[in-house]
């Protein structure tokens, strides 16, 4: 016999059943898809995902001049994730800066970035996220900022000092590959967040190209790294790239003159070399349209490095350690080899302001991880253990300024700050 409590249960799954395939009916599938390709152009999986963890579970530490701040769980899942945001509560999230209980988001999170990205993209981009990613029961991680920059609510401050207004569409142009390659650049590829400097409030001083140079001229040592010059100046930006190189580089991780190093390996391996051939190259366009920040310095004079180190004439201070443990594979032109261990002579982090990447390297070592486009991996030791500060001092130095290279010197104190950072 069939009791009316039964009839109840079995109805109540019906209606479960069916509403959960009308729920599934309505998402649209080519909708997902495009999340998935527009996430993979906002480098979300990057931030979002700690070494080890599962993919947008949060937990990675990002590193402020305040304190770490960790990236939040943005799976599906109900308790820990966005499990319960709607369309607008991720909106709010992603382009205002606004968590879903009203309170502000650390800027660490690019929305003043994510503030010109479609309303289209947006609900693509949630359909992804609610539909495609596996929900991951892992709690949130609180920052470890110090009271009382710790507290939220002049982030709300922050928030109407510099965050702009949101764009609900992408604005029409003459030049569609060119707005195309504006738009990835400015919007999810974020790519200021990094590349441009910051000012006292720790805004990026331009959110698009401006009249003064500074939108993509080079951020501030983060981290133990510093996102280089993407503007057209010749001795530390993209002067002498192609757009082709350029693409190249976003898509591979390398080209003849220069690989990919510290945290734009993540860029490439997480984001970039999933694009599309035509976006990678909207993207090289509109950096080649960006004038130089400033007239380009003098060259050191040092042409005649290639000819001293090949007949090991090391009298220069720095040449002796350049030829012991770096000619080998950098050459003793300072050209290195194409594809394979990137050339010292004329590179533009080399010429760079700022020496940190390079100290970096030289005392970590690095790693050029191979991906779908270019399988071959190569690594470079790091010769913290072998070389003393003032070592590593002479030698990045003598890179900084031989083959008629453009950088200033290294001293030993600059060295030892980078070593005692642990990065």
Known sequence: ??????????????????????????????AVQRGEYLARAGDCMACHTAKGGEPYAGGLGLETPIGAVYATNITPDPVHGIGEYTLEDFDKAVRHGIRRDGSSLYPAMPFPSYAKVSDQDIADLYAYFMNAVKPAATPNRD???????????????????????????VPASSDPQLARGQYLVEGLGHCGSCHTPRGIGMQ???????????????????????????????????????????????????????????????????????????????????????????????????????????????????????????????????????????????????????????IHIVLAGG???????????????????????????????????????TGTPVSAADVQAQRSTGH
């Not at 109805?11 to 080519?30: E, N």
């Not at 470890?144 to 569409?169: E, G, K, N, Q």
């Not at 004038?291 to 050191?300: D, E, F, I, L, T």
């Open 204 to 358: 990026e001083k331009a959110l698009s190209a401006d009249a003064q140079g500074q939108f993509l001229s080079g951020g501030a040592p983060l981290e133990g790294w510093v996102a280089k010059n993407l503007r057209g100046d010749t001795h530390d930006g993209l002067g002498a790239w192609s757009e082709a190189e350029i693409a190249q580089f976003l898509k591979t991780g390398r080209t003849d003159r220069t690989a990919v190093f510290g945290s734009m390996t993540d860029v490439v391996q997480h984001s970039m070399q999933y694009l599309t051939d035509e976006d990678r190259l909207a993207i090289a366009r509109y950096l080649k349209s960006l004038p130089a920040s400033g007239p380009a310095p003098a060259a050191s004079g040092a042409s005649d490095t290639a000819k001293q180190m090949a007949s090991l004439n090391v009298q220069a201070v720095g040449a002796r350690t350049y030829a012991d443990n770096c000619m080998a594979c950098h050459r003793s032109d300072g050209k290195g080899y194409a594809q394979v261990f990137p050339a010292l002579a004329g590179n533009s982090v080399v010429n760079g302001k700022d020496a940190t990447s390079l």
């Open 367 to 405: 790693y050029l991880p191979g991906n779908q486009h270019a399988p071959t991996a190569f690594a470079m030791p790091g010769f913290a253990w072998r070389l003393s500060d003032q070592e590593v001092a002479d030698v990045v130095t003598f890179i900084r300024t031989g083959w008629g290279n």
């Open 143 to 169: 920052a470890d900022i110090p009271w009382p920059l710790s507290m939220r609510w002049p982030l709300a401050i922050w928030r109407w000092t510099f965050a702009p207004a949101v764009a609900s569409t």
């Open 1 to 30: 016999m069939i009791t009316l409590n039964t009839l109840l249960k079995w109805s109540a799954l019906c209606l479960g059943s069916i509403s959960l395939h009308a729920m599934a009916a309505s998402v649209d599938p080519q």
